[in-house]
Nanobody, 116 residues
Framework: QVQLVESGGGLVQPGGSLRLSCVAS????????MDWYRQAPGKQREFVAT???????NYRDSVKGRFTISRDSAKNTVYLQMNSLLPEDTAVYLC??????????WGQGTQVTVSS
């Protein structure tokens, strides 16, 4: 099973920026898609952004124009650049990989806290 390790979370003031990284234990070149999800305390996990193997990108509406997902296949890494952060962005951010129709993996998550 593919191992995913997230990093880059932390405490940031409203309006600030963070870049999250998700490193996979094997090549992501042929993965169907890789995604970022988030889960705030007491709330359901929600989709944030996705990038397919073909490079198609989608975001949840509330982060459009503020977050950017990208990948570096040579480094087996997917990034989430988060700008203009809001308190409601506070959550544990989790990386997800859909390797193929029968295989998927989740990372352990990285905490993002937006507070003054």
């Amino acid at each position: 099973q593919v191992q995913l390790v997230e990093s880059g979370g932390g405490l940031v003031q409203p309006g600030g920026s963070l870049r999250l990284s998700c490193v996979a234990s094997e090549s992501i070149f042929n993965f169907e898609h890789m995604d970022w999800y988030r889960q705030a305390p007491g709330k359901q996990r929600e989709f944030v952004a996705t990038i397919t193997g073909g490079g198609t990108i989608n975001y949840r509406d509330s982060v459009k124009g503020r977050f950017t997902i990208s990948r570096d296949s040579a480094k087996n890494t997917v990034y989430l650049q988060m700008n203009s952060l809001l308190p409601e962005d506070t959550a544990v951010y989790l990386c997800h990989a859909r390797v193929n129709p029968a295989a998927e993996s989740w990372g352990q998550g990285t905490q993002v806290t937006v507070s003054s």
